[in-house]
DNA sequence: CAAGAGATCATCT
DNA sequence: GATGATCTCTTGA
């Protein structure tokens, strides 16, 4: 069943926590890919040094102080997009990067997208698994409940979660040390140990 | 296998 | 004008 909107408006914690183990579901002329989603993390409001929103409201981060369910892609260092999903209520900005995903449907068309064949090079990182999935900054401010781009729950529960500081954010002082950053534990698809 | 450099551009100062 | 919520390729042990 697809994740209501409920889903994402609930702590940012938790919905990264729970997004472990759920199915992200991407329909595209080319065909449809899902994948399992295996690690997140987590950015949680103004405060928090490493979420872009802490630097204000701007038009790039103006779909995070929006309302939960709509999805947040980014271009980084000019080459890569990410996708978030935005949580909790309008005005506070929040959201969960999904970093990596367990390739499930539509593998051929993943391949031909990253320009691989290694299975385990498909969808291990936030970059890797955009262009997987053809999750570019178009999406941007997309709804997660329509059915483009969303997130369904096939009842697999996750045997394990672990949890590490968040990677490539140093520049955020203390915020950088909070361990928000969940883990399949065990899964070979991650992005890095 | 590990470490380091380079690619490349929207966003904010 | 500086800088990234990254990835790939090269180098060297």
């Known amino acids: 069943m697809k994740l209501p909107r409920s889903f994402y408006q609930q702590s940012t914690l938790d919905v990264a926590r729970q997004l472990l183990g759920k199915y992200l579901v991407r329909e595209h002329q080319e065909g449809t890919t899902v994948g399992r989603i295996v690690e997140t993390e987590a950015y949680v409001g103004p405060e928090d040094k490493a979420c872009h929103a802490s ?110 500081p968040r990677i490539g954010v140093d520049y955020a002082g203390p915020w950088k040390r909070k361990p928000w950053r969940f883990l399949v534990q065990g899964s070979e698809f991650i992005s890095k140990p």
């Open 55 to 164: 630097k204000g409201r701007t038009a790039r981060t103006e779909v995070m102080f929006g309302p939960a369910g709509y999805a947040y892609v980014y271009l980084i260092y000019g080459m890569y997009d990410c996708l978030n999903l935005v949580t909790e209520s309008e005005d506070y900005p929040a959201a969960v990067l999904i970093r990596a995903v367990e390739p499930l449907e539509g593998i051929d068309l993943m391949k031909a997208r990253r320009r691989t064949d290694r299975l385990h090079n498909l969808a291990s990182g936030p970059g890797k698994l955009c262009q997987a999935f053809a999750i570019d900054r178009k999406l941007n401010g997309g709804d997660l409940c329509d059915k483009v781009l969303y997130l369904e729950d096939r009842g697999e529960p996750v045997s394990k979660v672990v949890t590490t």
